[in-house]
Each structure stands twice: as C-alpha cells, then as structure tokens.
C-alpha cells in the first residue's frame, strides 16, 4: 500500500490516478476523505496535528508521499515519521522544492527532519508549478485576461504537475532511488511573456502578463479574489529566488525518471483550456 499526503493538492490529485493506472494500491491522505471521490483508491483522513489519524492511515502502508504544508511545526513532522518507522513504512518520498537548499528554507528544514529518521528517503525538489496558472491566477486570466507576478523578465523551467506525479511513480515502484535528490524542471525556460503567449494561442484571445512589485502583486490578487491580503504577501515572499536568476536553469530528471520529455507550457495550455473559459 502507498500512501499519498496532500491527495487533493497539485501533485497527489495527479499522482493518485496514475499509481492506480499502474496497479498500485493508494491510500489518498487528506483533513477531509469526505470530499474525495475516488476510482481504485482509500480515502483516509491524514492530518500532521491529529495522531490518531496518522497511525489509522500507516497501517499496511509500505510507502509514503510526503507533502509538508508551510505551517506545520517540523516537531510534529518529526512525530509522523517516528510513526511511520514505528509502522513498518519502509520507504518516504520527500515533495521538496527546487532550491531548498539554499538559504533559511522551511523545506530545507524538512528535508532535513526526513534525512535523519532513519527510513529510507527520496527527494524530488519540482519548479513552478505550470498549475499556477490554472489554478492560482484562473479569475484573472479569465476575467481580465491577464495575470501579475512580481517577476520581472526573469525565465523559469515551470514544470507540469502531472509530469512530478510521473516522477514520483517511478521512486515509489521501482527500486535504485534510495538517497537520492532529484530536481525536477519542465523541458524549457521560459519568461512571464512566453507563459501569456502560450495561453493567449490555446485560448484565442490575448493574454498578457504585468510585472508589478510586491504591491502590485497583492492588489492584483486581491482585487481578483484569489487570496487575501495575508496570503498575497506570503506568496509574493517566495518571489525572490526567481528575481535572481535561481529558478531558471534546466535539469535531465524528469527523462531519467520517466523516459521521457515533461509536458511543454503550450501543452499545459491547451490541456487545461477548458479552466479559463468557465
């Protein structure tokens, strides 16, 4: 049995089908199994703060894909993995970020917590999520056919959650991944502009992409209502890294980890067209 933390987040909503594509047994973790409708895998409730639920969810579990939220204590991360020891688990696969390894990064604090308890580890560090897009920025791009980001000109290998889901298919069913820490980034790197041209060809219209400040970021998402103005600010402090050129550079990962090239932005586009036309 693989567990998958976070079930309805990015990853693990892409990551769950695909291991039951590939005849796997899934539990799908999450702090509300009643919203989950599921083909071939468990719902289970999963919540870092609530102990019961994580010795309920280990139970049989062999494997687990471990999705650390921003606003867990690494104590209480620690404590799941002493339980995941404690069960049997014999195998974590750590979603980190690309960078983590620099500077005062909470999961680089994960990282760590994961490295010293004692099971066997794994660690995938994605890019930018190209599900930003249809996801974080969906009122904007199809309300008021743009989007703001206080990144400047600056490029960045966005890589397509289904192709991490892939990734991670492959460290949890096959053997040779022990240790390792794999960076994973989509085929290209591209700019702000190059992310509104691809969108702007799958949607037939013109999309544009704004640079702003961190200002101009939380008045943009707050004015769409994609967030408040709290967690506006907590997105546009992790900015930074791409401002300096840290989020641009290529890696061969995720064709070493699934045979293939990952999905390019106009592929994005054009499969999620559908989001941005509601």
């Excluded at 590939?22 to 973790?29: C, E, I, K, S």
């Excluded at 999961?107 to 099971?119: H, Q, T």
């Excluded at 040779?176 to 992310?195: F, K, N």
């Excluded at 704004?210 to 600010?233: I, K, L, W, Y």
């Amino acid at each position: 049995m693989i567990l998958v933390t976070a079930a309805t987040g990015n990853v693990g909503r892409e990551l769950v089908p695909q291991l039951v594509h590939a005849g796997q047994p899934v539990r799908a973790g999450t702090r509300h199994p009643e919203q989950l409708t599921l083909d071939g895998a468990e719902a289970v409730r999963f919540d870092f703060g609530d102990e019961a639920s994580v010795r309920a969810a280990l139970q049989g579990v062999r494997a687990v894909y471990l999705v650390v939220p921003e606003t867990i204590e690494m104590e209480q991360v620690g404590r799941s993995l002493d339980l995941m020891r404690e069960a049997g688990v014999q195998q974590v696969v750590l979603q980190s970020g690309f960078g983590a390894e620099q500077g005062d990064n909470p999961l680089g604090e994960a990282e760590d917590v994961v490295r010293d308890s004692g099971l066997s580890w794994t660690i995938l560090r994605p890019n930018w999520f190209m599900q930003n897009y249809n996801q974080m920025f969906q009122k904007g791009i199809r309300e008021r056919h743009e989007f703001a980001e206080p990144a400047g000109e600056h490029p960045t290998s966005f890589i397509d959650t289904r192709d991490i889901a892939a990734a991670a298919v492959t460290v949890l069913t096959q053997p040779g991944h022990d240790g390792e820490v794999y960076p994973l980034t989509g085929p290209q790197s591209i700019d702000r502009h190059a992310v509104a041209a691809a969108l702007s060809e799958a949607l037939g219209h013109s999309i544009t992409y704004r640079p702003v400040d961190d200002d101009g970021f939380v008045e943009f998402m707050t004015s769409t209502g994609e967030s408040d103005e709290e967690e506006a600010r907590a997105i546009a402090a992790i900015y930074p890294p791409i401002r300096a050129g840290e989020t641009a550079s290529l890696t061969p990962d995720v064709r070493r980890l699934t045979g293939r090239e990952g999905h390019t932005i106009g592929d994005f586009a054009r499969h999620y067209r559908s989001d941005w036309e509601r």
